[in-house]
Nanobody, 119 residues
Framework: QVKLVESGGGMAQPGGSLRLSCAPS????????MGWYRQAPGKERELVAA???????NYADSVKGRFTISRDYAKNAMYLQMNSLKPEDTAVYYC?????????????WGQGTQVTVFS
């Protein structure tokens, strides 16, 4: 069973920055799609940013130009750099990754890390 562990959440003021990290228990080479999702209170979980299977980066319109997804193969980690934070970015952020094994897709989620942006 693959585990994903997020870290780096916390509190920030509007305009501030935070950096989230995701450390998987398996090599990031083994994953097809990796990304970050978030869920605000009373709302559905939504995609924030992701690497596609071909390595392209996708971003939600609401975070384009402010958030950057990256990964470090040497450190076996994925990151989400969040700049120019807004109160509406407040949510629990989840790391997600999937593996394609013999035609089956296994989907994994981290436990989530809280990000709170307040004035």
């Amino acid at each position: 069973q693959v585990k994903l562990v997020e870290s780096g959440g916390g509190m920030a003021q509007p305009g501030g920055s935070l950096r989230l990290s995701c450390a998987p228990s398996a090599s990031i080479f083994s994953f097809n799609v990796m990304g970050w999702y978030r869920q605000a209170p009373g709302k559905e979980r939504e995609l924030v940013a992701a690497f596609t299977g071909s390595g392209d980066r996708n971003y939600a319109d609401s975070v384009k130009g402010r958030f950057t997804i990256s990964r470090d193969y040497a450190k076996n980690a994925m990151y989400l750099q969040m700049n120019s934070l807004k109160p509406e970015d407040t949510a629990v952020y989840y790391c997600n990754a999937d593996q394609l094994i013999e035609g089956r897709k296994d989907d994994y989620w981290g436990q989530g890390t809280q990000v709170t942006v307040f004035s």
